[in-house]
């Protein structure tokens, strides 16, 4: 039995990052550019009004007040997007508004509230520094800067920018096909009718948060626990970047993926993992494929699947943060367990003016799926930890990205379900 460090070491250790596709840019959203990318151009690409009002010549308008207006001649009218082909000379200004170029001889824009149209006369009533309300040529980005590094996950300001910089594809890295294989005589799919059986429900589970992970999942169907069955689903499943099977590593008579594991031309790295619930995790290859074997407990394979597979796709698909955030959470209830294993409990997460608190879902079966439905987070104890009492300070994995977001300070909570 090797410890979840170890066995998550070995897992990372045995797959690589994929390489690049190219794809269109809204198609690149949250997923890691594999380029670094420099603008060809300036952003904006000329000087450019920020406000509607007057392109003037500051030095004509310098201690203009209600007191003491100014009068300059209006010589043209600059709706956004239009370039001027005149040249701003002494006494004259331009209308102008947002985002329209400034035209030459022109440095400083005056807002239209400090102006009164006569005409085809302004009269000014302030005065201007030179390059007020003008956004420079260059200001968001210059020509040859760096402004999307290799490796940044891609978020929709992202987009925006690369969309700014005139770039409809990018590239990007590959999103890894993960087949799942579900094994088990008494499993059974959705609609088949078998009162009797076990709905896979695995299978969905696991290929939803290969799913939420970015990657794509290849659902195999199920295996009966026969050696020659799971071969063949194994065997199909060989085009894949990774296998995940659930089920059949225990220690019974028909737990066969480790025995298929172990035949000539694959490989069993370990078996076995320190941790509650998920101890039976297998984790080798087939020929070149990795293969981790969850073990077939609902809970231990969605659980086992977040401390290992979840890092293991995100390492493929490029990602540098491959791990779930932990928060330091206080217990508000007691909880006993056995020393020798990493538990880890299902736990709701909530988070209030001090900090965060947690308390467990209740019943901590493998089997009991709910408990996974009902959680936001799951609390990690330490192996040779055999009590974390009420008050007591615990670290928590967090399960629900958005749970650190959802206090906001003078809103009450919203509660489920209401
Ligand atoms: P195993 O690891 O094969 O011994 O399976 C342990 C238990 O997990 C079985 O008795 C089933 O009740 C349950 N189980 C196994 N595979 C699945 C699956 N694909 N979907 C839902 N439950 C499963
Ligand atoms: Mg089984």
């Known amino acids: 039995m090797i410890s979840v460090e170890d066995a998550l070491r070995n897992i990372l250790d045995a797959v690589d990052v994929l390489g690049l596709e190219k794809v269109n840019i809204l198609s690149a959203l949250g997923r890691v550019i594999g380029e670094d990318v420099f603008s060809g151009r300036a952003i904006p690409p000329k ?19 209600e007191k003491n207006p100014i009068l300059l001649d209006v010589i043209e009218d600059l709706p956004a997007g239009s370039v001027s082909r005149e040249t701003i000379g002494k006494g004259q200004a331009a209308r102008i ?27 000014i009533f302030s005065g201007v ?41 990018v590239f990007v890295h590959q999103k890894p096909l993960i087949a799942v294989v579900s094994s088990g005589d008494e499993l059974a799919d959705i609609d088949e009718p078998s009162p009797l059986k076990i709905v896979s429900s ?33 065997r199909a499943a060989m085009r894949a970047d990774l296998i995940l099977s659930s089920g059949g590593v225990s220690v019974g008579d028909f737990d066969l993926v480790k025995d298929v ?30 293969v981790i074997g969850l073990p077939g407990n609902p809970v231990s394979s969605m659980i086992s699947f977040e401390q290992f597979a979840r890092p293991a796709i995100l390492k493929m698909m490029g990602h540098k ?29 909530k988070q209030d003016a001090t900090g965060y608190t947690a308390r467990t ?6 089997g009991i799926l709910k408990s996974m439905v009902m959680a936001n987070g799951l609390i990690i104890l330490p192996p040779e930890l055999t009590k974390a009492g009420t008050g007591e300070e615990v670290t928590v994995q967090l399960l629900d990205d958005s749970l650190h977001m959802t206090f906001q300070p003078g809103f009450p909570q919203l509660q489920v379900g209401q």
């Not at 000087?47 to 030095?59: E, F």
């Not at 879902?361 to 493998?366: I, P, V």
Request: net charge positive; proline share 4%.
């Open 361 to 366: 879902t209740g019943e901590q079966g493998s």
């Open 261 to 290: 594991m172990k035949q000539k031309g694959n490989q069993m790295n370990f078996w076995q993992v320190a941790m509650k619930p998920g101890q039976p995790l297998a984790f080798g290859s087939l020929e070149n494929v990795p």
């Open 321 to 349: 943060n491959i791990f779930r955030k932990t928060v330091t959470a206080r217990l508000t209830e007691d909880i006993h367990k056995k020393p020798g294993k990493r538990h880890f409990i299902r736990g709701i997460i």
């Open 47 to 65: 000087d450019n009004s920020a406000m509607d009002g007057y392109a003037v010549r500051s030095m004509d308008v310098f201690g203009a007040s």
């Open 129 to 169: 520094q030179t390059g007020e309300n003008i956004r420079f040529a260059g200001e968001d980005v210059q020509t040859g800067e760096l402004v999307i590094q290799k490796g940044e996950i891609l978020r929709p300001a992202h987009i925006g920018m690369l969309a700014s910089l005139g770039r409809s594809f």
């Open 202 to 234: 695995n299978s969905y589970s696991l290929a939803a948060l290969i799913l939420a992970c970015g990657a794509v999942p290849m659902q195999m169907g199920i295996a009966k626990d026969r050696r020659e069955d799971l071969i063949e689903k194994f």
């Open 97 to 123: 508004m947002t985002g329209a170029y400034v035209p030459e001889g022109a440095d400083a824009v005056i807002p239209v509230e400090e102006t009164k149209k006569e005409d085809k006369r302004v009269v």
